[in-house]
């Protein structure tokens, strides 16, 4: 996030100067109308040397941040760069203008959209240096709250605590650092997906710490996460007729000027904090999918039935949920870690006597509609019963609710890899699984559940002590 535009980023062309020039004039509640004469008056196309002229390099990386906040690898990075701008430039007829309208933006590297994987979106590591000292405690709580807000998604941001003492760029154990810097041109910056590890960094400036209202850090961050999984400026669209970036993106909503990951200064409509809008929440949903439900786990529904991902493709969550209610509960398939509609018939012999050994349709209402709620289980990886009874701090505030007890494992338990069973144990499988490990860190607790149910259960591995 970029504080004032300044002169350092090609945004600052042009229309740009007789707009506004700093975030504190846009709090002030000036109006930023923009007829499209401005945009017909657009500036030429820059030459190299005007386009790296603009960009700020680190200090003490050497890296290029273009856009406000964006990092780019070396003089390499930036001339590929320069090339996508100087195409999309000069395509860009003014007749376009105004004909396409989307906000929620993804990036796009060699033609696919630039986005975490399956099994990586739920464990997305990361540490927070100890070198912001006195402020440190502010920026775990500001990156905590970050987090929550796009984990209204099947995106889950994990802080390895204990790499924080060795937080930097050659870390490995963790997906990216959180460092502190002073001195930049920006108020923040990250990256995306596709960024090798030494640029996945969240850098934040000293200045973030003094008066940004009407932002606050958290807000800040909000935007900085939705760069770290794929999100682009929204206003890079023509039709904000300013600080254009390059055509490298796929829409993934409908436009809304109030995004978070849209610049207030670039003819933005939010004049407060940086929140994520119900828009952005719809956009980022499309690209990771929808939480799990009391039944299914859309992502782990779809990324497990191979069929599936070939029929619809790897991340089309809707046709994934509709074939779930149209024919997978039918089928008896397996729908999510603390659902299995044929371990739920088989272990409830009431049921079977009362729908027959296959009628999966009943045994999931029965399950939706009277199972959890009286503490029956439905999964050899998650009871209840076992779950409340050997978790003191999950008992104490749930009692014998059990439907409360299953929320808590489907939105935090299971990336906490808090045991639910007495069969399983996945902090005890990933600890005894190096291979494993290896392929999705030492804390993706999720990843490690579905490899034990479709893999390593048939392939005699041990689930517990
Ligand atoms: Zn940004």
């Known amino acids: 996030m970029k504080l004032s535009l300044g002169g350092h980023s090609r945004r600052a062309r042009g229309l740009w100067v007789a707009g506004v020039a700093s975030v504190g004039l846009v709090g002030c509640g000036e109006t930023l109308e923009s007829p499209l004469s401005e945009a017909v008056a657009r500036e ?3 030459t190299y040397e005007e386009f790296r002229a603009q960009a700020w390099r680190e200090p003490d990386t050497g890296i290029f941040i273009v856009d406000g906040d964006t990092p780019v690898e070396g003089e390499e990075g930036l001339r590929a760069l320069y090339q996508d701008y100087v195409r999309d430039a000069e395509s860009m007829g003014v007749s376009e203008l105004g004909t396409q309208r989307a906000p929620l933006i993804v990036n796009r590297v060699n033609g696919a959209d630039d986005q975490w994987g399956y099994l990586r979106q739920r464990n997305i590591s990361y540490c927070v240096s100890t070198a912001f000292g006195a402020n440190y405690n502010t920026v775990v709580q500001a990156m905590a709250q970050a987090a929550a807000a796009w984990q209204q998604v099947n995106v889950r941001f994990h802080h390895r605590s204990d790499q924080d003492g060795a937080c930097n760029a ?4 963790v997906i990216f650092d959180v460092r502190p810097v002073s001195g930049q041109s920006y108020l923040a910056r990250a990256f995306f997906p596709s960024y090798s590890r030494a640029s996945r960094n969240v850098l934040i400036d000293t200045s973030s710490f003094g008066n940004i209202a009407p932002w606050t850090l958290t807000g800040i961050l909000r935007h900085e996460l939705g760069h770290t999984i794929g999100f682009r400026h929204e206003h890079t669209r023509p039709e ?3 600080c254009f970036e390059d055509n490298n993106w796929r829409a993934l909503t409908g436009y809304d000027a109030a995004s978070v990951m849209h610049y207030p ?4 409509s939010n004049r407060g904090d940086l929140n994520l809008t119900a828009t952005d929440v719809s956009g980022a949903r499309v690209l990771y999918g929808p939480l799990a439900e009391t039944d299914v786990d859309t992502g782990f529904y779809l990324s497990n039935h191979g069929d599936l991902v070939n029929a619809y493709g790897a991340a089309n969550w809707e ?3 509709n074939h779930w209610l149209n024919w997978g509960i039918a089928e008896g398939r397996r729908s999510s870690a603390h659902f299995d509609v044929k371990y739920y018939l088989a272990n409830n012999p009431d049921l079977v006597a ?5 009628n999966y349709v009943a045994a999931r209402n029965h399950w939706l509609n009277w199972g959890i709620g009286e503490g029956r289980r439905a999964s050899a990886e998650f009871d209840v019963k076992y779950y409340l009874a050997n ?8 009692g014998n609710n059990y439907g409360a007890a299953l929320n808590h494992w489907i939105h935090q338990g299971l ?8 069969e399983f144990d996945v902090k005890y499988y990933l600890a005894n699984n190096p291979d494993l490990v290896a392929a999705f860190g030492a804390t993706n607790y999720p990843a490690a559940m579905d490899h034990w149910i479709f893999q390593g259960r048939a392939q005699g591995r041990r689930g517990a002590p």
């Open 265 to 268: 200064q670039c003819n933005g």
């Open 170 to 173: 050659s870390n490995n154990q």
């Open 319 to 321: 046709a994934a949920r």
């Open 240 to 242: 904000a007729r300013t």
């Open 415 to 422: 990336y906490e890899g808090r045991r639910a069973s007495a």
């Open 391 to 398: 978790n003191g701090d999950l008992q104490a505030a749930f």
């Open 44 to 46: 030429p196309v820059l």
């Open 354 to 358: 009362a729908y027959g050994p296959t």
